[in-house]
Antibody, heavy 117, light 111 residues
Framework: QLQLQESGPGLVKPSETLSLTCTVSGGSISSSSYYWGWIRQPPGKGLEWIGSIYYSGSTYYNPSLKSRVTISVDTSKNQFSLKLSSVTAADTAVYYC?????????WGQGTMVTVSS | QSVLTQPPSVSAAPGQKVTISCSGSSSNIGNNYVSWYQQLPGTAPKLLIYDNNKRPSGIPDRFSGSKSGTSATLGITGLQTGDEADYYCGTWDSSLSAGQVFGGGTKLTVL
């Protein structure tokens, strides 16, 4: 049974870089069946897709965030990571990682990240 | 403003049926598969429907999906109080701003 778990700092200062890691267990991140994605949800608001990556390193990003986002994969650790630069209060949200096959089928529990000085 | 349009809220009594709509365009729903997610309070979203009308293992057949043109619909029959949640539709958008898109979400209240 595939499981995903987000980890990283819960508090980031404005203008700094948010960094999160998603650890995949119960399956290989190198599976050709899956892409891997990041989605966020500001408090009280809806879901926003950030970007996705294939195990080969191929990526695609939300155009509205593309200039600030980097998603990478570490197959040796069965992890993929998110970096979001120049954060502001508007980036405060719960960040989820998820596996993407026909849809986002398995989600991590989410991690709250607050942008504040 | 979400690319996909959902009603903010719907409500129905226990045991009844409810439908939730999701409206898009030819660049998203019209030419791509639709998925639906359930988000119970304080939890991560859960996949309910993929490829317009398919249910993952473990999802009861009370939940159904359909698509027609540029709109999709989630149906829930035999409503239970435990179905009270936020529901989101999602799909791929093939426009110049290509990517995964979601609806704004619909709050289901089981009266």
């Amino acid at each position: 049974q595939l499981q995903l778990q987000e980890s990283g700092p819960g508090l980031v200062k404005p203008s700094e870089t948010l960094s999160l890691t998603c650890t995949v267990s119960g399956g290989s991140i190198s599976s050709s069946s899956y892409y891997w994605g990041w989605i966020r949800q500001p408090p009280g608001k809806g879901l926003e897709w950030i970007g996705s990556i294939y195990y080969s390193g191929s990526t695609y990003y939300n155009p509205s965030l593309k200039s600030r986002v980097t998603i990478s994969v570490d197959t040796s650790k069965n992890q993929f990571s998110l970096k979001l630069s120049s954060v502001t209060a508007a980036d405060t949200a719960v960040y989820y990682c998820a596996s993407l096959k026909n849809a986002f089928d398995i989600w991590g529990q989410g991690t709250m990240v607050t942008v504040s000085s | 403003q979400s690319v996909l349009t959902q009603p903010p809220s719907v409500s129905a009594a226990p045991g009844q049926k409810v439908t939730i709509s999701c409206s898009g365009s030819s660049s998203n729903i019209g030419n791509n598969y639709v998925s639906w997610y359930q988000q119970l309070p304080g939890t991560a979203p859960k996949l309910l429907i993929y490829d317009n009308n398919k249910r993952p293992s473990g999802i009861p057949d009370r939940f159904s999906g359909s698509k027609s043109g540029t709109s999709a619909t989630l149906g829930i029959t035999g409503l239970q109080t435990g179905d009270e949640a936020d529901y989101y539709c999602g799909t791929w958008d093939s426009s110049l701003s290509a990517g995964q898109v979601f609806g704004g979400g619909t709050k289901l209240t089981v009266l």
